[in-house]
């Protein structure tokens, strides 16, 4: 009789080494040096490049420092600067403003020079009238009130006074020269009066005029 074993048989399970602690022992340090190189040559690229990259960002980081620095002390001088153009702007103006009133004064001072001038040229031939009159009154005669007034606009010189004397004909004869000096003369009625003493006199008023100052 033949007998027929249907169930496969069982293959015998491999059983992998277990380490153990005399095992690890055996372990040689050229046994580690088998491995393949390119693991060294990839793990010291590998700290080499973190290195590098280490050392490039303190350098970067060190320059980004240095300029920031440097870009605060620009800022200051820059701050600095315009406080300086700001000041000098400033001084400027003030400078610019005491020059165009000097500028005004001066035109000022010229034009009151020029109207001193003129005045002069009016007032000399003014301040000189009352002596031009007074010296030529005759010795028999005087005078009691005496004014003058001077119409710059015209530029004309009038003096009025009142003139008295002994003799009659002196003050006809002091009418007649002051209308050689002046433009014109004007004379009223001669008077007869009589002192507290009883002495007669003559008296009237004179007015004349005359142009000055070139005119």
Do not use: H
């Amino acid at each position: 009789m033949i007998k027929i074993n249907l169930l496969k048989e069982k293959k015998a399970k491999k059983t992998l080494p277990q380490l153990t602690l005399v095992s690890l022992k055996e372990v040689k340090v050229s046994d580690l040096l088998k491995l393949d190189k390119a693991q060294y040559y990839l793990s010291a690229l590998l700290w080499i490049c973190v290195l590098g990259m280490g050392v490039w960002y303190w350098k970067i980081s060190k320059e980004i420092t240095q300029i920031k620095l440097e870009v605060d002390q620009l800022q200051v001088e820059k701050n600095r600067l315009e406080g300086m153009v700001k000041r000098i702007s400033e001084e400027k103006k003030e400078i610019e403003s005491e020059i165009s009133a000097l500028k005004t004064e001066m035109d000022a001072i010229e034009r009151s020079k020029g109207i001193l001038i003129g005045l002069k040229s009016l007032y000399e031939p003014f301040n000189n009238s009352f002596i031009s009159f007074s010296s030529s009154i005759p010795s028999v005669s005087w005078t009691l009130t005496y004014s003058q007034s001077l119409d710059i606009e015209n530029r004309k010189l009038k003096t009025e006074f009142d003139l008295s004397s002994f003799d009659y004909a002196s003050i006809s004869s002091y009418a007649n020269s002051l209308r050689k000096k002046n433009a014109e003369v004007f004379i009223s009625a001669i008077e007869r009066k009589t002192t507290p003493n009883g002495y007669e006199y003559y008296s009237t008023k004179l007015v004349a005029e005359k142009s000055i100052g070139g005119q």
